[in-house]
C-alpha cells in the first residue's frame, strides 16, 4: 500500500509501517500545503493518507474523495509506538476510501 504521511505525523511512524511504501509529504515537496490540496495531490498517488491534524474531517468535504485516511488521535511518538500493533491492524483493515479515526491510549 502506498501511504502519505501528513507534515505533523513523526517520520519514526514509517518503521511501524514497514512493508508499505510510506512517503512524507516533505518527502514529496509538498510542505506547508493546506489539508485541501494536499489531500488533491495525494489521491493520484497514494492509497491512504495518515494524519494526525484533528480537523481534517471538519475543515474538508471528503465525500467521493479516492483515497483512505487515518487520523491518529495523537502525534506523540512513545504514545504511536506503544501502540504499533493498533496502527498496524488499523492499517491494514482500512477501507479503499472514507475517514477512520484510531484512538491511541494515553
Known amino acids: 500500500m502506498k501511504i502519505l504521511l501528513d507534515e505533523c505525523v513523526p517520520l519514526p511512524v514509517r518503521e511501524i509501517l514497514g512493508g508499505h511504501d510510506c512517503r512524507t509529504a516533505q ?3 509538498w510542505k506547508n500545503i493546506g489539508n ?3 489531500l488533491d495531490r495525494a489521491e493520484g ?3 491512504l493518507f495518515i494524519t494526525a491534524d ?3 474531517r471538519y475543515q474538508q468535504n471528503l465525500t467521493g474523495r479516492k483515497i483512505a ?3 491518529l488521535s495523537t502525534n506523540k511518538l512513545r504514545l504511536l509506538q506503544a501502540a504499533s500493533n ?3 491492524e488499523a492499517v491494514d483493515s482500512i ?3 472514507g475517514l477512520r479515526r484510531l484512538e491511541i491510549p494515553t
Open 27 to 29: 518527502q514529496m515537496g
Open 36 to 38: 485541501g490540496e494536499l
Open 45 to 47: 498517488e497514494f492509497d
Open 54 to 56: 484533528q480537523g481534517v
Open 69 to 71: 485516511i487515518l487520523e
Open 86 to 88: 493498533q496502527v498496524k
Open 95 to 97: 477501507g479503499r476510501t
